[in-house]
């Protein structure tokens, strides 16, 4: 695949992540009957904007090939989706860096239901400095990612606790 800033595209659709960088796993229980809308919000990207983050696509839904913009402040990132996946059970996607980003590597959003009923939201990402700002940015950028990790869950979980669909 050309156009993205690592090799190792996909690597976040499973284990293990690849060696030579940063790695973030970040899980949290969102409850139970929030799957449907915790899926639709992830694969929409009104997660994504419930952080207070820019969002542009190309599309309205994630898919493979969509291309992504993410503004946080100053700072605006292209990414493309590499993988999306739309299961009774799990739905989420992954998209990778693309020339631009402060980063190189690949982050992904999915959300889980088990085998109780219990639905599980999961940031997986690998990663590494691409640019002058991120690499002077050191551990405060790591601090920034696991961040956003968080503020993903929070804004999942405001998203659901606002709908009133609510699955079996």
Do not use: N
């Amino acid at each position: 695949m050309t156009g993205y800033t690592y090799a190792e595209v996909g690597a976040t659709r499973h284990d293990p992540l690849p060696p030579g960088y940063r790695h973030l796993h970040y899980r949290t229980y969102l409850g139970r009957g929030v799957f449907d809308c915790a899926a639709e919000a992830i694969l929409t990207f009104r997660m994504h904007r419930g952080t207070g983050a820019r969002v542009t696509s190309d599309a309205l839904r994630a898919a493979p090939g969509v291309r992504v913009k993410v503004g946080l402040g100053p700072v605006t990132v292209p990414c493309e989706v590499v993988w999306a996946v739309e299961d009774p059970d799990r739905a989420g996607f992954g998209y990778g860096t693309l020339p631009g980003h402060q980063a190189a590597g690949e982050e992904a959003f999915t959300v889980e239901r088990d085998a109780d009923g219990g639905v599980w939201f999961s940031v997986t990402a690998f990663s590494r400095p691409a640019r002058p700002l991120m690499r002077l940015g050191g551990p405060v950028a790591v601090l920034a990612q696991h961040l956003y990790a968080r503020l993903c869950a929070r804004a999942l979980r405001r998203v659901c606790a606002r709908s009133r669909t609510v699955d079996p």
